[in-house]
């Protein structure tokens, strides 16, 4: 069985910071690219940032570059996501995902076939 449990979500004013963090466990223990995806009410889920297997290199959606980081810890199977100067838009359910095989991120939400429950992100203008 594999299990990606993300936590960190909340409730932030507008300007304010968090940071979520997924942790990926199971069976399968061979680090992959993950990433990031949001989905907001009645919109579809789409991608927020990425990283490579090895951590070397990042994606992000235009949205969110030089507001949020991406960045995974030594063992490699656990991914933060650095949030700053947060924006009401900014608000949606987070969702960690993470590639079977490949070793660099992807911004398509098929590319990833694992996936964690979500955790809310809520920020408040």
């Known amino acids: 069985q594999v299990q990606l449990v993300e936590s960190g979500g909340g409730l932030v004013q507008a300007g304010g910071s968090l940071r979520l963090s997924c942790t990926f466990s199971?069976?399968?223990?061979?680090?992959?690219?993950m990433a990031w995806f949001r989905q907001a009410p009645q919109k579809e889920r789409e991608f927020v940032a990425g990283?490579?297997?090895?951590?070397?290199?990042?994606k992000y959606a235009d949205s969110v570059k030089g507001r949020f980081t991406i960045s995974r810890d030594g063992a490699k199977n656990t991914v933060h996501l650095q949030m700053i100067s947060l924006k009401a838009e900014d608000t949606a359910v987070y969702y960690c995902?993470?590639?079977?095989?490949?070793?660099?991120?992807?911004?398509?939400?098929?590319?990833?076939?694992?996936w964690g429950q979500g955790t809310q992100v809520t920020v408040s203008s």
């Open positions: 995902a993470r590639r079977p095989f490949h070793n660099d991120p992807s911004t398509d939400l098929n590319g990833y076939a694992y």
């Open positions: 990283i490579s297997t090895s951590g070397d290199s990042t």
């Open positions: 199971g069976q399968i223990t061979t680090p992959r690219a």
